[in-house]
């Protein structure tokens, strides 16, 4: 069984699949990076466009997505999406979500019982909403089995201890009791700071800035490299311009010095970009240019396939 929103390549050792729940027009551009200009959108509009742009409306196009990876062994679910029927009065766009994302991961052959760890990047509503599932009152952890990888820092800032992300967003508050509260209550939680390394090819960094515990996954097996970054970029803009931040970045030094260094190693070592939102190929090579970067080659996915025989291939040229 394939589908155009289940998508895998082969880095190394690991199994890179990817879940693509959403993808189109979502904010006007600058609303979304409210430091970057008109320019900066029109001027790359024949690659930001269709995938990245909508120039006809001057919206961002974002995915909602998530990245399965198979390494040694087990199952590792890289951030959740949104959830299903949540109370989200503060993002329209999210409020009473209804999706299909527990379908695709079965059409990427992966059953809730089958994760091993989820690793939730950042505590915003659109990575953890399917750390539950069930109903208002009722949520319960979606993965039985799984180890849930949080931030100890967001979890700090986003949990009762700092009264919800010191109460300026009610969202925050309902996020915290349906998505994250249910997994320490059932013993699933893992609280990290720092480095957290995960298998022989996976760990986890701290890159704050866009929440306090903001962080990115980095992937090495073989000659192969790839950083999961988050939310540190929302935009390929961004990496035009690293000091560009996103509107949803809460402390905008930190995002934008984390953003730097890690595009910096990125660019020095080869690795795979690959953000949370961006859609298209999801992920791209960055490469240095004077004191600033430039895109390099975009990756390229095969439709997935359940099995035990089907082909994967590396990330190539667009």
Same mark, same amino acid.
């Given at each position: 069984?394939? =589908?155009?929103? /289940?998508? *895998?390549?082969?880095?190394?050792?690991?199994?890179?699949?990817?879940?693509?729940?959403?993808? #189109?027009?979502?904010?006007? #551009?600058?609303?979304?990076?409210?430091?970057?200009?008109?320019?900066?959108? +029109?001027?790359?509009?024949?690659?930001?466009?269709?995938?990245?742009?909508?120039? !006809?409306?001057?919206?961002? /196009?974002?995915?909602? +997505? *998530?990245?399965?990876?198979?390494?040694?062994?087990?199952?590792?679910?890289?951030?959740?999406?949104?959830?299903?029927?949540?109370?989200?009065?503060? =993002?329209?766009?999210?409020?009473?979500?209804?999706?299909?994302?527990?379908?695709?991961?079965? +059409?990427?052959?992966? !059953?809730?019982?089958?994760?091993?760890?989820?690793?939730? @990047?950042? %505590?915003?509503?659109?990575?953890?909403?399917?750390?539950?599932?069930?109903?208002?009152?009722?949520?319960?952890?979606?993965?039985?089995?799984?180890?849930?990888?949080?931030?100890?820092?967001?979890?700090?800032?986003?949990?009762?201890?700092?009264?919800?992300?010191?109460?300026?967003?009610?969202?925050?508050? %309902?996020?915290?009791?349906?998505?994250?509260?249910?997994?320490?209550?059932?013993? +699933?939680?893992?609280?990290?700071?720092?480095?957290?390394?995960?298998?022989?090819?996976?760990?986890?960094?701290? #890159?704050?800035?866009?929440?306090?515990? *903001?962080?990115?996954?980095?992937?090495?097996?073989? @000659?192969?490299?790839?950083?999961? /970054?988050?939310?540190?970029?929302? *935009?390929?803009?961004?990496?035009?311009?690293?000091?560009?931040?996103?509107?949803?970045?809460?402390? &905008?030094?930190?995002?934008?010095?984390?953003?730097?260094?890690? $595009?910096?190693?990125?660019? &020095?070592?080869?690795?795979?970009?690959?953000?949370?939102?961006?859609?298209?190929?999801? !992920?791209?090579?960055?490469?240095?240019?004077?004191?600033?970067?430039? $895109?390099?080659?975009?990756? !390229?996915?095969?439709?997935?396939?359940?099995?035990? =025989?089907?082909?994967?291939?590396?990330?190539?040229?667009?």
């Amino acid at each position: 069984m394939s =589908s155009e929103s /289940v998508q *895998s390549m082969v880095l190394g050792d690991v199994e890179v699949i990817r879940i693509v729940e959403w993808q #189109a027009p979502y904010a006007p #551009a600058r609303d979304l990076v409210p430091e970057s200009d008109a320019e900066a959108w +029109q001027d790359n509009e024949d690659w930001l466009a269709p995938h990245h742009w909508d120039p !006809a409306t001057d919206r961002a /196009v974002v995915a909602l +997505q *998530s990245w399965a990876l198979r390494s040694g062994g087990r199952t590792i679910l890289v951030d959740t999406p949104v959830g299903n029927g949540r109370e989200r009065p503060g =993002s329209p766009q999210f409020h009473h979500w209804q999706g299909d994302f527990l379908g695709l991961l079965a +059409q990427a052959g992966i !059953a809730p019982g089958d994760v091993d760890v989820v690793v939730n @990047t950042h %505590l915003h509503g659109d990575h953890v909403g399917w750390n539950t599932a069930g109903t208002e009152g009722e949520w319960l952890p979606t993965f039985p089995h799984a180890q849930y990888l949080i931030p100890a820092a967001d979890n700090f800032h986003f949990g009762p201890d700092n009264a919800y992300g010191n109460g300026l967003r009610e969202d925050d508050r %309902l996020i915290y009791e349906d998505s994250i509260a249910p997994v320490h209550r059932a013993g +699933q939680a893992v609280l990290w700071d720092g480095t957290h390394r995960i298998d022989d090819h996976l760990t986890l960094e701290s #890159a704050p800035g866009h929440t306090p515990g *903001s962080s990115v996954l980095r992937l090495a097996s073989g @000659t192969d490299r790839a950083v999961f /970054v988050g939310d540190l970029l929302h *935009s390929p803009v961004q990496i035009l311009q690293p000091c560009w931040n996103s509107c949803f970045c809460l402390d &905008a030094a930190l995002a934008a010095a984390s953003r730097r260094r890690i $595009l910096e190693r990125a660019a &020095a070592t080869r690795e795979l970009v690959v953000p949370a939102h961006f859609g298209g190929a999801g !992920a791209v090579e960055v490469r240095k240019e004077g004191d600033g970067f430039t $895109l390099g080659r975009w990756a !390229a996915h095969r439709a997935h396939v359940v099995r035990g =025989s089907a082909h994967h291939d590396r990330p190539r040229s667009a």
